[in-house]
């Protein structure tokens, strides 16, 4: 059974930082592209960052770059974020996701992915 559990969220002042975690659990990790995508109630869930499993490159989203990084360990199965100068608008319920099939092309886009976590809520007071 496929598993991908987020922790890490939390609540932080405006300019703060919070590292997320997710960890995967019944699929073989290095084949799998991993991301973190957000959502806001009543918006669509956007895209933040991805890691490619060939290349190792990291795409972000214009209203994350130089502030989130992404990065994992291939022995532990985790993917973490990193996110520093949380602005109010980072709040949001924040996703992990794994896809075994994705180009690079595609890693920003949600129907690549084949599995998805439970969200870990990041909430950003001023």
């Known amino acids: 059974q496929v598993q991908l559990v987020e922790s890490g969220g939390g609540l932080v002042q405006a300019g703060g930082s919070l590292r997320l975690t997710c960890t995967a659990t019944?699929?073989?990790?290095?084949?799998?592209?991993m991301a973190w995508f957000r959502q806001v109630p009543g918006k669509e869930r956007e895209f933040v960052a991805a890691?490619?499993?060939?290349?190792?490159?990291?795409p972000y989203a214009d209203s994350v770059k130089g502030r989130f990084t992404i990065s994992k360990n291939n022995a532990k199965n985790t993917v973490f974020l990193q996110m520093n100068n949380l602005k109010p608008e980072d709040a949001a319920v924040y996703y992990c996701?794994?896809?075994?099939?994705?180009?690079?092309?595609?890693?920003?886009?949600?129907?690549?992915?084949?599995?998805w976590g439970q969200g870990t809520q990041v909430t950003v007071f001023s």
């Open positions: 996701a794994a896809g075994e099939r994705i180009i690079m092309s595609q890693l920003s886009f949600q129907s690549g992915y084949d599995y």
């Open positions: 890691i490619s499993q060939r290349t190792g490159s990291t």
């Open positions: 019944g699929i073989s990790f290095i084949r799998y592209a």
